[in-house]
């Protein structure tokens, strides 16, 4: 597994907190057996109108193309547990969000596909925010070792939970082969734990 | 460690693997309920890595999300519908999982099939690819919801790699009001604590409203804990938990029932166990709530008028003017008399067979308001089938509802049941996230069922202690 130490590149804010996975990926796009394709539906309702006109969002913006580093606001991935919305922001080519503060579940299927969130404080977030608008090509890294965000000249420290850091760091951001490893305790908790309809469970 | 310990503690350490080298707990999961939207990519990574479901006797299917509620007979019109449904049957099969499928008698929404099936049980792990898993905590378990990617590592190994949480006790205390629900209950919880409130904590409720109420009102109240941001929300069990869950089909048997039950008294929570934070909510502050905006949290009394941006917190000004421009709605203005184009019963939140029971009682009688779209889901086919029974459909039926088949609905409408255009609905659901109800300019408003009766009845948002005369 890729161990990820410093993400490099240009960054797209986008605005608003709480911003729900639904609103990153709306309903209808997960009506599909694989993740493939769903970069093209990010932001769908807040990027085009229903006739499929674009709407003037920061992902529409030229400016912004190729950026790799998602700039958001507090609580962002609040609501559904769809995973398709972190799969949806992965498959449209970044590789970072930096915000305020992630709700739980999107946090943790974030990183188990090796997308890092990272936060910083509002004063610094805000100045970073700005720094972009004012030149979207100012080259924004997240430097998880040195546990800062710098970009043109400045620097932030950046917060994360520290099993996620590590796990970053040491290339074990899934978490399957280390849960696979433990394989004699399950075999006893299988046995032991309560299963509903196994007669004899307590 | 000694001394007195919450629920949650004992479950968590009961459970608990080993400490992953990073420090998340590597955390046995007693229970994995799987529906159609969230499972096929984790078992096509299973299929990829060559694994095998690790304890299929502990994982149960349904399909609820994309399922038609008008047309059930297949194929369905959408071929991507069918195409998901044909995937779970065939997952199922091949790693023998059960599967409740439809016209099984057993089929609905996975967290109201769960306990009414009495697969959930106090002091259990659960753990399923949605996010109002947390509905389960009614009983006195630890459930939650996860990714796609975690659906993929309880099946195949049955645990999940999960940080630990704090938790926060929130005493409900005092008497609700006539016409006061266990939705409204939820709601002003939301309200007062935040949308972000409880992340990184789980929720115990207590306090002598939830320990009156009943198990499916428990429900109600666990299932929009994560609109709160908390992950997890419980309720110790007690003699309600044991009655709802005694007979059940999944529930234990015989000399068993009393061994489980002992078990089961064990693990609420100790007096004067240590939480991380505690709250005091007064039952007698607490209206019927509707929402006016974009999240759970923007919510008001029905009594109140709609708040004006500039006399909220800095912060929270840009959101609401956002959600006021979304939903058309003028501030300063009372919520009370908005009309509404649809009105929808159902949902994870308010499906089941005591919140049609409740609506019926007071909607006999009374007519859904020409123009008005009005639409009853029943959260599971047993639901449904005690509806007819008890002559609910029946009431609902004569009062103009669409009575319809179990399915998830208009509540994320992944099924053919959306909103048109800004169609405003008037919605027992849990979300009013903005296209969240299937048309990106649609409005949600989230309200009690009978509220949502209220609505439509007259066509306006109403105070339904009025309309049905509640005091």
């Known amino acids: 597994m890729e161990r990820i130490r410093q993400i490099t590149g240009r960054a797209v804010p986008v605005p608003g907190d709480a911003i729900d996975t639904d609103r990153i990926l709306p309903a209808r796009f997960m009506k599909v057996v694989t993740f493939d394709g769903l970069g093209r539906h990010l932001f769908h309702d807040e990027r085009f109108a229903p006739d499929g006109t674009p709407k003037p969002h920061p992902l529409n913006d030229p400016r912004y193309q190729g950026a790799r580093i998602l700039l958001v606001g507090s609580s962002f991935g609040s609501g559904s547990s769809r995973e398709h919305a972190p799969q949806a922001i992965r498959r449209a080519g970044f590789q970072a969000l930096i915000g305020e503060s992630f709700a739980e579940i999107f946090f943790g299927n974030a990183t188990a596909i090796g997308l890092v969130c990272v936060r910083l404080a509002p004063d610094a977030l805000q100045t970073l925010v700005q720094t972009v608008q004012a030149d979207p090509t100012t080259l924004v890294t997240i430097d998880l070792e040195a546990r800062t965000v710098r970009y043109a000249g400045r620097e932030a420290p950046l917060e994360i939970r520290e099993a996620a850091r590590r796990a970053f760091l040491e290339g074990r951001w899934d978490p399957l082969d280390e849960l696979l490893e433990a394989e004699p305790s399950i075999e006893a908790l299988d046995r032991r734990m309560p299963c509903p309809g196994r007669a004899g469970s307590y | ?471």
């Not at chain 2, 016209?103 to 009414?116: L, N, Y």
């Not at chain 2, 919801?145 to 205390?173: E, F, M, S």
């Not at chain 2, 002992?262 to 934070?277: H, M, T």
């Open chain 2, 1 to 471: 460690m000694a001394g007195p310990k919450s629920l949650y503690e004992k479950v968590w350490e009961a459970h608990t693997v080993r400490t992953l080298p990073g420090g998340l707990t590597q955390l046995f999961i007693d229970l994995h309920l799987i529906h159609e939207v969230t499972s096929p990519q984790a078992f096509g990574m299973l299929r990829e890595r060559g694994l095998r479901v690790r304890c299929p006797h502990r994982t149960f299917a349904t399909v609820d999300h994309i399922v038609p509620t008008h047309r059930r007979t297949e194929p369905f019109e959408d071929p991507l519908a069918d195409a998901m449904i044909q995937e779970i049957r065939k997952n199922t099969r091949d790693f023998g999982i059960p599967l409740f499928d439809l016209t099984s008698g057993r089929q609905g929404i996975v967290h109201v099939v769960g306990p009414e099936q009495g697969l959930t049980h106090p002091g259990m792990t659960i753990a399923c690819g949605d996010s109002h898993t947390s509905t389960h905590g009614a009983f006195g378990a630890i459930a939650f919801g996860i990714g796609t990617t975690q659906v993929r590592d309880v099946l195949a190994t049955q645990t999940l790699a999960v940080p630990k949480l704090k938790v926060r006790r929130i005493n409900v205390n005092g008497r609700l009001a006539p016409g006061v629900y266990a939705k409204d209950v939820i709601l002003h919880i939301i309200r007062t604590l935040g949308v972000k409130g409880g992340i990184g904590y789980a929720y115990e409720y207590g306090g002598e409203v939830i320990e009156r109420f009943s198990m499916e009102e428990r429900m109600t109240v666990c299932n929009m804990s994560i609109e709160g941001g908390a992950r997890i929300g419980y309720v110790n069990p007690d003699e309600k938990t044991f009655a709802y869950l005694k007979g059940r089909p999944y529930a234990p048997k015989g000399a068993e029932w009393d061994r489980a039950v002992a078990y089961w008294r064990a693990l609420a929570s100790d007096p004067g166990c240590p939480y991380d934070d505690v709250v005091e909510i007064q039952a007698e502050e607490i209206a019927p709530t509707v929402t006016w905006g974009l999240n759970p949290g923007q919510a008001i009394s029905i009594e109140e008028k709609i708040p004006h941006p500039e006399d909220l917190p800095p912060e929270a000004r840009p959101a609401a003017w956002e959600a006021l421009r979304h939903m058309k709605l003028e501030p300063g203005r009372p919520i009370q008399g908005t009309p509404i184009d649809v009105a929808f019963i159902g949902s994870c939140t308010n499906a089941r067979v005591s919140d049609f029971r409740e609506v019926a009682k007071h909607l006999k009688g009374h007519r859904v308001k020409p123009g008005v779209r009005a639409i009853a889901v029943p959260g599971s086919e047993r639901v449904a089938q005690q509806c007819e029974e008890e002559g609910i459909a029946e009431v609902f039926r004569e009062a103009g509802f669409e009575w319809r088949g179990a399915g998830c609905s208009l509540c994320l409408a992944m099924n053919p049941d959306k909103l048109e255009g800004d169609q405003l609905c008037a919605s027992s659901s849990n979300r009013n996230f903005k296209g969240r109800q299937g048309s990106p300019t649609g409005r949600t408003v989230l309200m009690s069922p009978v509220m949502v009766a209220a609505a439509a009845v007259t066509g306006v948002i109403s105070d339904a202690r009025e309309v049905f005369g509640l005091a």
